[in-house]
Antibody, heavy 124, light 111 residues
């Protein structure tokens, strides 16, 4: 059974780079036709899709974050990663990794498996 | 301001039925893209409740149902229970934004 686990620093300084990794266990990240996604949730607010990656490396980003975001996949280590540059206090959020159901194009399908999430605070 | 609009809150007594609306536009729900629904208990990750407008994943009780018409979708919950109290989010795809979008969330209170 697939499981996802986020990891990375919980505190990032303003203007620096946020880097998170999502480790996939219980199956190979490249075995299935899933899109692997990052989704965030600022404190007390709603969910925001950051972007998705396919195991072959195809990426799809939220236009509002596209200039600062990179999502990559590492099939050898069975994980995918998020990099967000030039962070500000507005990037303080709970960050989730997730997988979609694998039946539609990126961003169109439901996310049926989520990691437990990791809190990231941007400090000044 | 979310692309998909949900009421901030709804409430109902145990045993009653509530519905949560999700209103979009011609570039998302109205364009035919599927709507999905999630339940999030505070402090935990969202859980998929309804996918592709009307379908329940294995393990989700049939008290939960989804529907879609025009530029809107709805989540229905019957026979309300105390543990239904949570935040509920809708999700779809927006072709203008070329990406997935979520509603702002609805807090369900079981009275």
């Amino acid at each position: 059974q697939l499981q996802l686990q986020e990891s990375g620093p919980g505190l990032v300084k303003s203007s620096e780079t946020l880097s998170l990794t999502c480790s996939v266990s219980g199956g190979s990240i490249s075995r299935f036709s899933y899109f692997w996604a990052w989704i965030r949730q600022p404190p007390g607010k709603g969910l925001e899709w950051i972007g998705s990656v396919y195991y072959r490396g195809n990426t799809y980003y939220n236009p509002s974050l596209k200039s600062r975001v990179t999502i990559s996949v590492d099939t050898s280590n069975n994980h995918f990663s998020l990099t967000l540059n030039s962070v500000t206090a507005a990037d303080t959020a709970f960050y989730y990794c997730a997988k979609d159901r694998g039946y539609q194009q990126a961003g169109r399908d439901a996310f049926d498996l989520w990691g437990q999430g990791t809190a990231v605070t941007v400090s000044s | 301001q979310s692309v998909l609009t949900q009421p901030p809150s709804v409430s109902g007594a145990p045993g009653q039925r509530v519905t949560i609306s999700c209103t979009g536009s011609s570039s998302n729900i109205g364009a035919g893209y599927d709507v999905h629904w999630y339940k999030q208990v505070p402090g935990t990750a969202p859980k998929l409740l309804i996918y592709s407008n009307i379908h329940r994943p294995s393990g989700v009780p049939d008290r939960f149902s989804g529907s879609k018409s025009g530029t809107s979708a709805s989540l229905g919950i019957t026979a309300l229970q105390a543990d239904d109290e949570a935040d509920y989010y809708c999700q779809s795809y927006d072709r203008s934004l070329s990406g997935s979008v979520f509603g702002g969330g609805t807090k369900l209170t079981v009275l």
